[in-house]
């Protein structure tokens, strides 16, 4: 009898592609839900964890929105632990590229890892370890929400390293992606990425509305009239959203500035400004709406978009084309 990985290849498997994009569709329902459950303050409907109340099913969670939010979050985030152990085993049964079969291995280590940073956050909260201050289980949730970008960030890569186009060779990078357009879509993807982190700092600092206005800081000033922490952190959200403008703005212009990414890289470049002009705005409309829950989670979601965009872009920026392939070929033989 043949061993089951026998029938490795590394041609384009359009079911398994698939299923990427079906993962890729649910960790965004995931996102959108882990979002709305910090917005609207619901992260402690249960104060147990691994089960809510004991449970798996419990009593009132379709009923009351706190516990539909978190206990929803849950189960989304069971059954992402599931598609990536489904990914695992195709990858392992299927793929004959060692580093696919290896960045599924990774995703379902972090995947193991975000369930633990969740629980962690709810064992570990005040209402559960009688403290004075909240800081312990606020750092778990802000490891955990950075952590879902990265459980995000791999499933990009495994869809992209699925496609037609990245297995045939026929992405469009016939020459070498230039040095530039690749330093500046790591230094956009390192932006959005320390972006997010300090927005969810702030989020899970309560401190969203520490500055209730929007372009003005206090009353007639970019800058804010007194400091605590909560001021500071949202200010530095202002300022890094300013930054992240800019980065993207070089990037993408370092895009369309070379003919060959343009071509292979020119309607992602489109989506990814689309977003921030989106984002940017929903951003403003949080604050203008008092932190309407839809509304603050649309732009968290946005902001899980663009990471994942310019992260697809530099993932693509940095293939190697045909021609590196070659060369490897020849220098090793």
């Known amino acids: 009898m043949p061993a089951l990985t026998n029938y490795r290849t590394d041609s384009y498997k359009p079911l398994l592609f698939l299923f990427c994009l079906f993962s890729l569709c649910w960790i965004t329902v995931l996102l959108f839900a882990g979002g709305f459950t910090t917005s609207i303050k619901a992260g402690m409907a249960f104060l147990d964890w691994p089960l809510s109340n004991g449970s798996v099913n419990p009593q009132g969670w379709l009923t009351e929105t706190d516990k539909l939010a978190e206990h929803s979050h849950r189960l989304l985030g069971m059954k992402i632990g599931l598609l990536s152990i489904g990914l695992l085993l195709w990858t392992y049964l299927r793929e004959s590229r060692d580093w696919v079969r290896r960045l599924s291995r990774i995703l379902v280590l972090v995947v193991v890892l975000q369930g633990v940073l969740g629980g962690a956050r709810v064992r570990f909260d005040q209402l559960n370890i009688m403290s004075d201050h909240n800081l312990i289980a606020q750092s778990f949730a802000v490891i955990h929400a950075c952590g879902a970008m990265i459980v995000l960030s791999i499933l990009v890569a495994l869809t992209l390293a699925n496609t037609r186009r990245w297995i045939d060779g026929s992405s469009g990078l016939d020459h070498a992606t230039p040095t530039s357009v690749k330093r500046w879509s790591v230094i956009a993807t390192t932006a959005i990425f320390t972006q997010i982190l300090i927005g969810a700092i702030m989020r899970h600092a309560d401190a969203g509305l520490a500055i209730a206005k929007f372009p003005l800081a206090s009353q007639s000033s970019l800058l804010p009239s007194y400091w605590n922490f909560g001021i500071s952190i949202h200010f530095a959200h202002r300022v890094g959203a300013a930054i992240v403008s800019a980065i993207l703005l070089i990037f993408l212009a370092k895009v369309w500035g070379s003919t060959s990414t343009k071509r292979a890289l020119g309607y992602g470049a489109m989506l990814i400004a689309l977003g921030l002009v989106m984002q940017i705005y929903l951003g403003a409309l949080t604050i203008w709406t008092v932190k309407n829950p839809y509304v603050a ?29 070659v060369n490897s070929h020849l220098s090793t033989n």
């Open 297 to 325: 989670t649309a732009h968290h979601l946005v902001g899980a978009f663009l990471l994942a965009s310019t992260w697809g872009l530099t993932f693509l920026a940095h293939r190697p084309t045909s021609h590196t392939v």
